[in-house]
C-alpha cells in the first residue's frame, strides 16, 4: 500500500537529496551506496539504457556526449535567453530549440524537454525513498532557489508530475533550511540564509517567530552564479597554460574537456581543506606530432581565490541589497546560516563572516538542511498535529505592460505569498474592442527589461468613442508561488483569466514589436486619484502619530511593553513613509491600517493619563 508520507526532495543542479519525517525526527534517506545525496546526472548509453545519478557521473568521461549535468539551469528557460546560451556554451552534450521556444536535449538522436530530464531524478529520488520505506510514495514537496521565476516554479512542478509524483508544495531552498534550523527549538530569531550551490546563489532574510511562524522578509539572488563558475575560472585557467606550453586548444576536444571540468571541480574542493593540490590529467590530448600530452599543474587556494574573488564580491552585493530591501541592518541579523556546497569555501566563509559582522553558524549540513526543511514542510502539511506556518515571499515584482511599453507593478517584490491584488485599468484607443493583456515578472521599469510570463486577449469590449472602457486586472499568487491572472470588463462583467503558463511561444523580438504597438493596451488612470487619496491620509496619521510620540513616549517609556510598542510605532510610520517616497499604492495602503491603529493606541494613552 502507498504510504501517505510525504517526502521533501532538494533537486539541485549538481546534487540531489530526499528526507522525510520520521516519528517526528526529520531524516535524510541514503541511497543504494549509502550516499546522502545522489548527482543530478541523467544518461543513456550506447545501448539505450538510461543512468541516472552516480551511475550516470562515473561514465560522463566516456559519455560525455550522451550525459546531462545541471539541467537546472536551463529549466523553464527560453532558448533564446542570455542565460541558456551561456550554459550550452560549456555543456558537453547537445541542446536545440524546441516546439515552444525551449530548450531540447539530444541524448542518442532522441530529444528530451528539460523537465523530461529533471524527471529522471526525480524519480531516482522517489526510488531511493520508497526501497528505504518499503513503500510507493505519492506526495512530495520540492525545492526551488527563491530566486526562480514563475516559469522556472511551473516547469520544476511539470517535472515532479512527470515522475508520478502528488507535487503538494514548491518552497525555496533558503527558507527550507531555514525550517530544518528551526524546527522543534521554539526560536524566536531574525537569520539570513546565505545559499551557494552548484547553479545558483540566494540569500533570504527569515524572522522566526515563535509557535512556528517562520516569515520570510527578503528574498534575492541569482540562478547564474554558482559553484559551475568557479569551476569554470579554475578551467579557463588550465586551458590558458596548456595552450601558452603546447599551443593546443583543450576545448575543442569534448572527452578532454569533460576529464578537466572534473579535475576542476575535484581541486576546487580538496582547496577547501589543504592550502596546496594538484591538477594531474595523462594523455589528456596527442600533439599535431601524435605525441601524448599530459596536463599536471599545482593549484594553491590562493590562486583558486585569486580567480574567484569577484564571484564571491557577486553575492556580498546581492547580500547587501537584501538588508536594505528587508530594511534591517547588518546587527538584526542573530544568526547567519550557510547552506550549499559552495559554502565550504573558506573563503567563502570568510566574506560572509566579515559582511554580516558574525561568524556563521554551523547549525545547519549544507548539503541536507534543504531537503530535510521539504520534509518538514510536508509533514506540517499533512499532519493535523504540528503547528508550523511558512510565510515565504514572492522573489519578483508582478505586472502588466501598460501604453508605451512600461511596467506597471501589480504584486511588489517580496510580498508575502499567497496574495492577490486588483486594479483598474482603462483602454486607450476609441472603439477599441479588445485588449492584449502581457503578464510579467521583474523589476524594471521598462516591460522589455523584464520576463514575459504570458499573454491573453480580452475581446468584445463594448465600443467607446474615447477608449477609457474600464478594464479590472487582479493578480494572484499561491502558496508555491505560482501566478495567476483575471481581467474584467468593468461594463459588461465579462471576464478572461489564464493561469500562466511556462511558455509563451513568443520569441524577444516578436514581444518587443507587441510593448511597442500603442495600441490596444491599458492606461493606468485611476491609480493617480488613488495614490492622492491613499497619500493624504497616511500623511495624517503620520502627522497625528508624530505629533503624540513625545508625550505618549513620556508616559510609556518606563516599561519593557511601553517601549517596544514604541519601537513597532517608529517602525510603521517609517514604512509608511517609504511607501508614500515610493508613490506605492498597494503598500501605502498595507500601511494606513498600522498607522489607525498606533494612532488610536497613542490617543487611548494620552486620554487616560490626563
Ligand atoms: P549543491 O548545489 O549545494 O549540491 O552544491 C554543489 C556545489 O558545491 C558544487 O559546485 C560543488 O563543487 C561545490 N562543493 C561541494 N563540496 C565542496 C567543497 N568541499 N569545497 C568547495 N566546493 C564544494
Redesign the pocket.
Known amino acids: 500500500m502507498a504510504t501517505d508520507k510525504v517526502i521533501g526532495i532538494?533537486l539541485?543542479?549538481?546534487?540531489s537529496?530526499v528526507a522525510i519525517v520520521e516519528n517526528g525526527v526529520p531524516t535524510v534517506i541514503p541511497n543504494r551506496g549509502g550516499y546522502k545525496?545522489t548527482p543530478s546526472m541523467v544518461a543513456v548509453t550506447e545501448a539505450g539504457k538510461r543512468l541516472v545519478g552516480h551511475i550516470a557521473k562515473r561514465q560522463a568521461i566516456t559519455n560525455a556526449e550522451n550525459t546531462v549535468y545541471a539541467a537546472k539551469r536551463l529549466i523553464g528557460r527560453k532558448w533564446h535567453s542570455p542565460q541558456v546560451r551561456n550554459a550550452i556554451a560549456t555543456s558537453s552534450y547537445r541542446t536545440v530549440e524546441g516546439p515552444h521556444n525551449d530548450v531540447r536535449i539530444v541524448l542518442r538522436d532522441k530529444e528530451y524537454s528539460v523537465p523530461e530530464i529533471s524527471a529522471m531524478v526525480l524519480q531516482e529520488m522517489r526510488v531511493i525513498a520508497e526501497d528505504y520505506l518499503g513503500a510507493p510514495v505519492g506526495k512530495a514537496v520540492i525545492t526551488v532557489p527563491a530566486y526562480f521565476n514563475d516559469n522556472q516554479r511551473q516547469a520544476t512542478r511539470d517535472a515532479g508530475e512527470i515522475a508520478g509524483l502528488d507535487i503538494i508544495r514548491i518552497i525555496n531552498e533558503p527558507t527550507a533550511a531555514a525550517l530544518s534550523y528551526g524546527f522543534g527549538r521554539n526560536l524566536e530569531k531574525t537569520v539570513a540564509v546565505y545559499?551557494?550551490?552548484?547553479?545558483?546563489f540566494d540569500i533570504s532574510i527569515l524572522e522566526i517567530g515563535q509557535n512556528g511562524v517562520f516569515r520570510v522578509i527578503a528574498t534575492a539572488g541569482d540562478t547564474f552564479l554558482?559553484?559551475?563558475d568557479?569551476?569554470a575560472r579554475l578551467i579557463d585557467w588550465l586551458v590558458q597554460e596548456f595552450k601558452r606550453e603546447h599551443d593546443i586548444d583543450l576545448r575543442q576536444d569534448r572527452m578532454a574537456l569533460q576529464r578537466l571540468k572534473d579535475a576542476a571541480?575535484k581541486a576546487?574542493?580538496?582547496?577547501?581543506?589543504v592550502r596546496e593540490t594538484e591538477v594531474n590529467l595523462p594523455f589528456i590530448i596527442s600533439s599535431e606530432r601524435n605525441e601524448a600530452l599530459h596536463l599536471q599543474k599545482p593549484i594553491s587556494r590562493a590562486l583558486l581565490e585569486q580567480l574567484s574573488l569577484d564571484l564571491i564580491e557577486r553575492t556580498i552585493d546581492i547580500c547587501r541589497q537584501t538588508l536594505e530591501d528587508a530594511e534591517l541592518e547588518k546587527r538584526d541579523v542573530e544568526e547567519v546560516l550557510l547552506?550549499?556546497?559552495?559554502?565550504?569555501?573558506p573563503r567563502i566563509q570568510q566574506a560572509v563572516g566579515e559582511f554580516f559582522e558574525r561568524e556563521p553558524s554551523k547549525g545547519v549540513h549544507?548539503?541536507e538542511s534543504?531537503a530535510l526543511g521539504a520534509a518538514i514542510q510536508g509533514y506540517a502539511l499533512v499532519g493535523e498535529e504540528h503547528e508550523m506556518v511558512l510565510l515565504d515571499v514572492t522573489p519578483h515584482a508582478l505586472g502588466i505592460v501598460t501604453q508605451g511599453g512600461y511596467f506597471e507593478e501589480l504584486i511588489p517584490q517580496n510580498t508575502t505569498v499567497p496574495t492577490h491584488r486588483q486594479k483598474i485599468f482603462t483602454t486607450s484607443r476609441e472603439n477599441q474592442t479588445a485588449v492584449k493583456i502581457l503578464v510579467m515578472q521583474g523589476e524594471h521599469e521598462r516591460a522589455d527589461q523584464n520576463e514575459l510570463l504570458g499573454e491573453f486577449i480580452l475581446t468584445g469590449l463594448r465600443r467607446a468613442p474615447k477608449g477609457e472602457v474600464e478594464i479590472e486586472v487582479t493578480f494572484e499568487i499561491n502558496a508555491d508561488g505560482i501566478v495567476s491572472v483575471r481581467a474584467k470588463d468593468l461594463d459588461t462583467g465579462l471576464e478572461q483569466s489564464i493561469q500562466v503558463t511556462a511558455s509563451s511561444g513568443l520569441t524577444r523580438d516578436e514581444i518587443s514589436s507587441m510593448m511597442h504597438e500603442a495600441k490596444d493596451q491599458l492606461v493606468d488612470r485611476r491609480s493617480s486619484e488613488e495614490l492622492e487619496a491613499a497619500k493624504q491620509e497616511a500623511e495624517r496619521l503620520v502627522g497625528e502619530i508624530e505629533r503624540l510620540f513625545p508625550q505618549v513616549e513620556q508616559i510609556v517609556a518606563q516599561s519593557d511593553f511601553g517601549r517596544e510598542a514604541i519601537d513597532k510605532a517608529r517602525v510603521i510610520v517609517d514604512r509608511a513613509k517609504n511607501a508614500v517616497t515610493r508613490k506605492d499604492v498597494a503598500m501605502i495602503k498595507e500601511q494606513i491600517e498600522g498607522l489607525a491603529r498606533t494612532q488610536r493606541m497613542f490617543k487611548g494613552v494620552v486620554a487616560k493619563t490626563i
Do not use: A, I, Q
Not at 545559499?195 to 545558483?200: A, I, N, P, R, V
Not at 550549499?340 to 569555501?345: C, D, L, P, V
Open positions: 532538494d539541485g543542479t549538481t546534487n537529496c545525496t545559499d551557494f550551490g552548484g547553479g545558483t554558482g559553484g559551475e568557479v569551476d571541480e576546487k574542493c580538496e582547496l577547501s581543506s547552506v550549499g556546497g559552495m559554502t565550504r569555501m549544507p548539503d534543504v
